[in-house]
């Protein structure tokens, strides 16, 4: 069993090094060793809500800690396969039976999200991570049936940026997450508050407010290069989005991002209806980047449903159009950490989308600022 135990967290560590392969890790609990297992990507992708049991090492058995996960789906589960997921497998019960003399009602599922030291590096030298099968295929087939009750039921800020001379749409809406309950249990119970904060460095996330994008097939309107932050009545540099896709996006429609360019000064925004700048900000305009390309280092990455994109609010992004038949829905959540505070701006600002009556300096809170993650 030593030996078993030895070769198994040696193969942990190897797995630990592949970025496609997130790991949590049990701890030791009141002195006793406890089972670890690598985890696994496929794990995410087909919906188990947690990827490790914990137990005293003694409720331990060769074939368990090999296998290395107890997954539950819907009630459902597997214990079995070894660590890069084959071999034998046994039904939720039979490993329960395997454990009921050994400490099983002790026994704990544990899950942690653990974002890469490579990914937050990342992000802190671009302004923006890619990160792999994050969320489940039961959060992207919620939130596509959602997309659709939420565009035959506009808000009050709904708006599509299409210019109608070149055909397609792109509609967009805020604060969808007040009106329509999938998107509320999006913001409060899918990973994306603790992948915010943890890439931000921070010990709390707090939910800003969220923003659907559809550019449906045949839409040869660009989103045009600006920076977040600038619109948005906030300080700090702990402020993240995450983009959230619901259909596959080949990188020729993806988002794109200037590398480096979270580190600029804010330039003027300006409304994507009409091109029209912000009055009264004080502020620079954005400088020419489609006419100048070359002159810049641009990322952008092709995505599956379960990805994301992690960007900085500063960084200089955009993206192109949609030529092809299929559609390009996603969901942008913005997320606050321990720094930020409220900003009264000059000029014209369109976030929040109502006066929050918060002093300049305050932080965010309250019932449509919730606090949704928290370090442990």
């Given at each position: 069993?030593?030996?078993?135990?030895?070769?198994?967290?040696?193969?942990?560590?190897?797995?630990?090094?592949?970025?496609?392969?997130?790991?949590?890790?049990?701890?030791?609990?009141?002195?006793?060793?406890?089972?670890?297992?690598?985890?696994?990507?496929?794990?995410?992708?087909?919906?188990?809500?947690?990827?490790?049991?914990?137990?005293?090492?003694?409720?331990?058995?060769?074939?368990?800690?090999?296998?290395?996960?107890?997954?539950?789906?819907?009630?459902?589960?597997?214990?079995?396969?070894?660590?890069?997921?084959?071999?034998?497998?046994?039904?939720?019960?039979?490993?329960?039976?395997?454990?009921?003399?050994?400490?099983?009602?002790?026994?704990?599922?544990?899950?942690?999200?653990?974002?890469?030291?490579?990914?937050?590096?990342?992000?802190?030298?671009?302004?923006?991570?890619?990160?792999?099968?994050?969320?489940?295929?039961?959060?992207?087939?919620?939130?596509?049936?959602?997309?659709?009750?939420?565009?035959?039921?506009?808000?009050?800020?709904?708006?599509?940026?299409?210019?109608?001379?070149?055909?397609?749409?792109?509609?967009?809406?805020?604060?969808?997450?007040?009106?329509?309950?999938?998107?509320?249990?999006?913001?409060?119970?899918?990973?994306?508050?603790?992948?915010?904060?943890?890439?931000?460095?921070?010990?709390?996330?707090?939910?800003?407010?969220?923003?659907?994008?559809?550019?449906?097939?045949?839409?040869?309107?660009?989103?045009?290069?600006?920076?977040?932050?600038?619109?948005?009545?906030?300080?700090?540099?702990q402020v993240a989005s995450l983009w959230v896709p619901f259909d596959s996006v080949p990188e020729d429609v993806s988002v794109e991002y200037v590398a480096g360019s979270h580190l600029w000064p804010e330039h003027?925004?300006?409304?994507?209806?009409?091109?029209?700048?912000?009055?009264?900000?004080?502020?620079?305009?954005?400088?020419?980047?489609?006419?100048?390309?070359?002159?810049?280092?641009?990322?952008?990455?092709?995505?599956?449903?379960?990805?994301?994109?992690?960007?900085?609010?500063?960084?200089?992004?955009?993206?192109?159009?949609?030529?092809?038949?299929?559609?390009?829905?996603?969901?942008?959540?913005?997320?606050?950490?321990?720094?930020?505070?409220?900003?009264?701006?000059?000029?014209?600002?369109?976030?929040?989308?109502?006066?929050?009556?918060?002093?300049?300096?305050?932080?965010?809170?309250?019932?449509?600022?919730?606090?949704?993650?928290?370090?442990?």
């Amino acid at each position: 069993m030593v030996a078993d135990i030895a070769d198994a967290q040696t193969r942990i560590a190897r797995l630990h090094q592949k970025p496609e392969n997130r790991q949590s890790r049990v701890m030791a609990e009141g002195g006793k060793r406890t089972c670890i297992g690598a985890g696994h990507r496929h794990a995410r992708q087909n919906n188990y809500k947690t990827s490790f049991v914990k137990m005293s090492s003694d409720a331990c058995s060769a074939d368990c800690f090999f296998a290395g996960w107890i997954f539950y789906r819907t009630g459902q589960g597997v214990c079995g396969g070894e660590l890069n997921g084959h071999g034998p497998s046994f039904h939720i019960d039979a490993c329960r039976d395997k454990l009921a003399e050994r400490d099983w009602e002790e026994a704990r599922l544990v899950a942690s999200l653990d974002i890469t030291d490579a990914e937050i590096a990342a992000y802190e030298r671009d302004g923006v991570a890619c990160l792999r099968g994050v969320f489940s295929p039961d959060w992207i087939d919620l939130m596509r049936g959602a997309v659709d009750g939420a565009m035959a039921d506009p808000g009050p800020h709904a708006e599509d940026y299409a210019n109608a001379a070149t055909g397609g749409r792109f509609f967009g809406d805020l604060d969808v997450w007040q009106r329509q309950p999938a998107f509320r249990k999006f913001v409060l119970e899918s990973p994306a508050g603790e992948v915010a904060g943890r890439i931000m460095r921070s010990k709390t996330s707090t939910f800003l407010y969220d923003h659907l994008l559809v550019k449906e097939g045949g839409t040869a309107e660009r989103t045009p290069w600006h920076q977040d932050q600038p619109y948005w009545a906030v300080s700090g540099r702990q402020v993240a989005s995450l983009w959230v896709p619901f259909d596959s996006v080949p990188e020729d429609v993806s988002v794109e991002y200037v590398a480096g360019s979270h580190l600029w000064p804010e330039h003027n925004p300006y409304h994507f209806d009409d091109g029209s700048p912000y009055e009264g900000t004080g502020l620079p305009p954005m400088p020419d980047i489609e006419g100048h390309r070359e002159d810049y280092r641009i990322l952008t990455f092709a995505l599956e449903p379960g990805d994301c994109l992690v960007f900085q609010a500063m960084i200089v992004h955009g993206a192109p159009g949609n030529p092809h038949k299929g559609r390009r829905r996603a969901l942008a959540t913005r997320w606050l950490g321990d720094d930020a505070r409220y900003l009264k701006r000059k000029g014209e600002v369109s976030i929040p989308t109502t006066d929050p009556g918060f002093a300049n300096g305050e932080r965010y809170r309250g019932e449509f600022y919730p606090t949704v993650w928290r370090a442990a």
